[in-house]
Nanobody, 122 residues
């Protein structure tokens, strides 16, 4: 079992930055790939970034490449998403999730946090 709790969301202006954190509890955290997903009103949940269990491999959706950075600290059971140069279209609820494989498909993730709201305003 892995429990996930996101934090760090908020209101930010276009061009600003936010750092999301995901705190994990459970003995097997370091064995999971971790993903960040987001869901805007009326839209499907989409993957934002993925990091492998040891942090050696990262993947990003095209629209956030060069602006977002995913990282993890397995000693602290933490995953982070640094978001820079935020755009209006980044507004969504952001979720972290754990999976036993590297995948961008939400249905293949085993554990989810409750989400944190990110709102980008002009």
């Amino acid at each position: 079992q892995v429990q996930l709790v996101e934090s760090g969301g908020g209101l930010v202006q276009v061009g600003g930055s936010l750092r999301l954190s995901c705190a994990a509890s459970g003995r097997s955290f370091s064995s999971y790939s971790m993903g960040w997903f987001r869901q805007a009103p009326g839209l499907e949940r989409e993957y934002v970034a993925i990091i492998s269990w040891a942090g050696g491999n990262t993947y990003y959706r095209d629209s956030v490449k060069g602006r977002f950075t995913v990282s993890r600290d397995n000693d602290k059971n933490m995953v982070y998403l640094q978001m820079n140069s935020l755009k209006l279209e980044d507004t969504a609820i952001y979720y972290c999730a754990a999976a036993s494989a590297i995948t961008s498909t939400p249905e293949e993730y085993d554990y989810w946090g409750q989400g944190t709201q990110v709102t980008v305003s002009s």
